[in-house]
């Protein structure tokens, strides 16, 4: 168990960076009072909407918690609650330090550019490496307590049911998280837009807007907090789902077993540190190439990764990399057998190497996942250009051009995901994917860290708009924030990108635990049976509802805010003339109850989902058939759920930075027709990039993973 | 022979009934000169454009149809050609009656709504008994000459490959002509909105703005001819491949084989002679209620086919409804068999009756499709509505929401889809649901009357416009026109429902043809094979890149035309004066060379991508995954397919309604901000429904098609 203790040494080192860092940031000035007033208001906002969220999601909590308890016994349950709560302070630290970094970045943003990056990034990384070690202390604690203190062998059934209770925890804590900030982010904003910009023509976080406090504490709810859970619950089943299936499908390792789920954990530790080194090269040089400053840190991490993962697989075989472990009990990992077939394949196992060279196609992904996304969101390139373009000719041409680069912004990244399939696949069988996966989110604290950036500086331009301070600071936060369209896109790109590949080893677990629980069930999952046609459409059916659930819920509440916000202006005729103050709390106190309305219905359809499918169909055509479609719907929500989430981020953030290309002066600039047309297509890609898209991610991982336990409960019962 | 020699009789009743009502419909009045000016300008252009873009398919099919003659010899090759030119002649037809009907509906119009309804409806039915009837008729003649005359067995392989040759010929002639044509209709639509609506403030089909013939025009070439070659593919498709399945699947069969791969020629043939009869209930009734009317039509053609289904399969069965056909070599129709081992299975077959249920099956469905496609695009419900009202806070919420019903939109269709997959392979496997797809179809000739009456009654008003006849005529043509939006949006859900039935079927041929040509090979179809997740992702992908194109096109085109109006606007001021008339033909001129440009490219996407994939899957991973993941992408282009086409075709006709329900007087009415903004959603929706959702459909076909010619071919090689 060495290498589970290095890893939760390594965790600890996360935390203690974010402590260490978060004094550093909060030793930073935090301007006038006038902005201390604007930022406490935000910070009062943003924690009440978060207190009500998790009672909420607390009541539907303990609820599944008695179910889990009731079917799968204490320990899953525990493990449940453990991912759970982490999952929600993973959400409330990252919301917590970015209501606090807001201001202090406004302040720095005075004293120039380079400052108020320092102080913005490190406020994003502090969220990151948070993230990053908790989520890695989560896994390594529970599975050393397992392991060690209560002696349960590895890969004892309790241990691997336990396992997947902590990510199922993890997971359904992020799906509301997400879905519930990214509701109350998104009506704002979009509410604010409407009745301050277009109606009365006020300009954006202009702080007579009664709408706009709440717009500033949706950045920090949604993007921020939302955002950090999603990524805890990323990280949990990503490694989570490595470990389980090492369990299952390696069952010769012999000595190797503990040391070989104890590897991705150990990855993840060394990775930690590498994007510790990386976060101090994010400095701009001179010159103002703030993307360019963020890419030197993310490219020293990936680089630092590449000898640090190869010494922690190195280090966990006791430099023994060309050993090929597995065999005959590997058959199925291999491409050709299916479970029929099980033990009779001769095909070998993998290497050391094998691993190692999986885990770069990980990091190769990652990098290419951020190209692309940039690609496809930057304003210095043909897709962001074209919908600017095409703002000149109007509302309707702009979201035409929107909606087609939104289509086509799904093509490379899949492209790019298959290649990574295939090429780890053809390395080591599953396990190479899931070392891909696994390889991708051990960059999660740096990856996080870019996306926490973003809502921190969008918050310090709208205090330095409402307080009030001299423009060239709003220039300097506008020009933090254009870089944070992108990240914020690559981020959502990178959970949905390891999704993908993590649906696949998910997949593995499910078709493994079914084999074990149900010896004598013959379950077809060959294309062949209609069955699993019928589980891939209901499964790929699935994202489509939620997202127009998600979309549904934006629209509804962003009309509640115009509604209030009319009231206002209709009942104290001294908010525009600007000599009272508006009520900002009951704005916030609105979309809170609004959003936390909104959220529970989408987020319980991945739960149900997968139990109402397999009992519906096991009625009609057996349990063989029941397993088959609910396998099949599992495939079928990553087949469908990975286009609609990619097509949504990225499609959003293009729009929105094709609003801000327009603002530097292009196609006529601010004010201008091709200006109004593109806040309309802002308005449009702000709940497809933000509430919808995003929460495809968890909801994913969600079905697979009560597809799992549902697996667990009906073996037990 | 007697059933082939039966349905080929009823499908010259189809002609006959064609040609009769055609006469009856051109012996009506044209009106005044200025209509006929107008009307002849229209015909002008739409010839001119057909030409072109049949001279250009020419040529790529041309090439085809040698590339098919070296590879699967000459009698492949002529079902080819065939094909072809009966697609291109079933769009040549629909666009002749079409631009012919408009003038004299407008006309009929000026008498009474019944009057106007008549003849529209009247010419909707030519086209579409056209449809199916030379679409039976290429299958039939055909068939009989190759086994009656040639002396070829029915299950020889010369036919099997014939057929699947003459589907493939109708499909790549429909792919262009829905695309190209969908590219006409809309580019000249949204360029001749914007510049005139829009810029110029005129109104819409104002005889100022030099595209208004174009819009008019692209009418008839899209929604009609694009429309009708759509169709005709979808129709001999299915139909085909369920003769195809019997042939290769029901082995066992005797001297009842060609009874069963007649049969489902006799039911097309019973169901041309139901619709004839249903087109004739289309009436008002005293009462203004267009939609009920059409209703009734459909109603009566559904009513009646049950009994005529139940006829034709008693007359092919010879009486015998409750014998069981198949036995063992039936192994893959059941559920829980995969092809390893086909023949093992103790399953017995089907009886007639089970046929009969799953034809019936066919029907509910297609009703059940109508009847949410309404809900989803008809101004009495919530969706529409809901479009309506939230175009009062903009053109950004308006678009949201438009997006949310076109993402919820897709749910009841695929349930209803995923319900009639379970039942009638319940009743009898795959059969089953070739024989639900097969009954879809049998109903074309009714629906797709429904369906070109639309753009006969949208040019009536066009020229009712330009020819500034009084508003009530106006008045008419717009209360049959917005019945024309949801039919219009009808058709497009019943060819893609159909199509998710149609893939099963032609899965089911591949996989069994796979199995006849290289039978030593163990392809693995699970999706526990990763190339299958490949296969599934890359077909998914398709239909998004594919819409993306399509969605691209329109836009650039719609610049183009933008352009020419402002140039033309610019270099004589006497247009906008109403003094000197602009030159129409250029404009025409202008479009077409865009849209057959614009079609190209992105026809080829399905032709190429299986070809493709399979060889690159097989340089990897060697052959058997090769074709596991070709298998894969057959599904995925399905599972993919489906949504984005549902989404796309029930959207836009959402959009365009709320426009209407708007201009009907709610929400402010014509002129108001929420009116601004519904044209916006309007322009949005018109891409989404008439270019890149319809063409999916023929997409997903060609994407099979070509895999099972890909297999025929390299088996002869």
């Known amino acids: 168990m060495n290498l589970v203790l290095i890893s939760i040494v390594l965790g600890l080192v996360a935390i203690v960076y974010g402590f260490v860092t978060s004094r550093q940031v909060l030793s930073s000035g935090t301007g006038n009072d006038k902005m201390r007033e604007i930022a406490g208001a935000i910070q009062e906002g943003a924690q009440a909407y978060l207190k009500r969220q998790y009672a909420t999601i607390g009541m539907v909590g303990v609820v599944v918690a008695a179910i889990v308890f ?20 993973a959400g409330f630290i990252g919301m917590n330090i970015s209501v606090r970094s807001n201001v202090r970045t406004a302040a720095a943003a005075q004293s120039g550019l380079q400052q108020g990056l320092t102080l913005a990034f490190r406020a994003g990384a502090i969220t990151g490496m948070l993230v990053a070690g908790l989520a890695l202390l989560a896994i390594a604690v529970f599975f050393y307590y397992l392991v060690e203190v209560a002696g349960y062998a590895a890969n004892d059934r309790t241990v691997i049911d336990a396992l997947i209770a902590l990510a199922f925890g993890a997971s359904l804590i992020s799906i509301f998280a997400r879905l519930g900030g990214g509701i109350f982010t998104k009506a704002a904003d979009v509410g604010a837009d409407l009745v301050g910009k277009v109606e009365a023509g006020i300009p954006e976080d202009d702080p007579r807007n009664p709408a706009v406090i709440a717009d500033n504490v949706g950045d920090n709810v949604g993007d921020c907090a939302g955002m950090a859970a999603d990524l805890f619950e990323t990280y949990v089943v990503t490694v989570g789902a490595t470990m389980v299936l090492t369990a299952l499908l390696l069952t010769g390792l012999g000595d190797l077993l503990i040391p070989m789920m104890a590897l991705p954990l150990l990855i993840g530790g060394v990775c930690i540190v590498t994007s510790i080194i990386g976060t101090y090269f994010v400095k701009l040089g001179g010159g103002t190439n703030v993307m360019g400053a963020m890419y030197k840190g993310f490219l020293v991490t990936a680089i630092l990764s590449v000898p640090a993962i190869f010494g922690a697989i190195w280090f966990a075989l006791s430099g023994d990399m060309t050993t090929e472990m597995g065999g005959a009990n590997l058959a199925n990992v291999d491409a050709g057998a299916s479970l029929a077939e099980e033990g009779t394949s001769s095909i070998a196992g993998f290497t050391g190497m094998d691993l190692f060279w999986s885990s770069l196609v990980g990091l190769v992904l990652t990098g290419l996942i951020i190209w692309i996304t940039e690609y496809y969101t930057g304003t210095n390139f043909r897709p962001v250009r074209s919908i600017a373009k095409a703002s000149e000719t109007g509302h309707g041409t702009n979201v035409i051009q929107g909606l087609a680069i939104s289509l086509e912004s799904t093509a490379l990244p899949t ?23 696994t390889a991708m989110l ?49 981020t959502k790109g990178y959970a949905i990108g390891s999704a993908g590949l993590a649906a696949l080893v998910l997949f593995a677990a499910y078709t493994t635990d079914l084999a074990e629980f149900f010896p004598g069930l013959d379950v077809d999952f060959s294309l062949e049976n209609p069955y699993v046609i019928v589980g891939l459409l209901l499964g790929a059916l699935l994202p489509y509802l939620f997202g127009s659930m998600g979309m549904t819920a934006v629209g509804r509440a962003a009309g509640d805010v115009v509604k209030d916000v009319r009231e206002q202006f209709a009942g104290d005729s001294g908010i525009m003339a600007g000599t009272s103050r508006p009520d900002y709390a009951r704005t916030v106190d609105l979309v809170t109850k609004a959003a936390i309305k909104e959220m529970i219905i989408p987020s319980l359809l991945p739960v149900l989902a997968p139990i109402v499918v397999y009992f519906a169909i096991t009625a009609i055509a057996g349990q063989a058939n029941g397993f088959a479609a609910l396998g099949a719907l599992l495939l079928g929500v990553i087949v469908g759920g990975l286009f609609v989430a990619l097509s949504m981020t990225a499609g959003g953030g293009a729009w929105d930075n094709a609003k801000k290309y327009i603002e530097d002066g292009n196609h006529g600039g601010k004010g201008s027709e091709a200006h109004k047309a593109a806040v309309t297509g802002d308005t449009v890609g702000d709940p497809y990039k933000d509430t919808a898209g995003p929460a495809v991610n968890p909801m994913i991982k969600i079905t697979n993973i009560v597809a799992l336990l549902l697996l667990a409960a009906l073996a037990a019962g």
């Open 70 to 89: 009731f079917f799968l016994g204490p320990i899953s349950a525990i493990g449940f609650v453990i991912g759970s709560i982490l999952s929600g302070v």
């Open 415 to 437: 492209l790019a995901i298959v290649a990574g399939i295939i090429i780890s696949f053809q390395l080591a069988g599953l396990m190479g994917i899931a070392y891909a996966a």
């Open 442 to 490: 051990a960059l999660a604290g740096m990856v996080v860290a870019l996306d926490a950036y973003g809502p921190v500086t969008d918050n310090a331009g709208g205090i330095a708009e409402m307080a009030g301070l001299d423009d060239s600071v709003r220039e300097k936060t506008d020009a933090l924030d254009a870089v944070g369209n992108t990240t914020k896109a690559v």
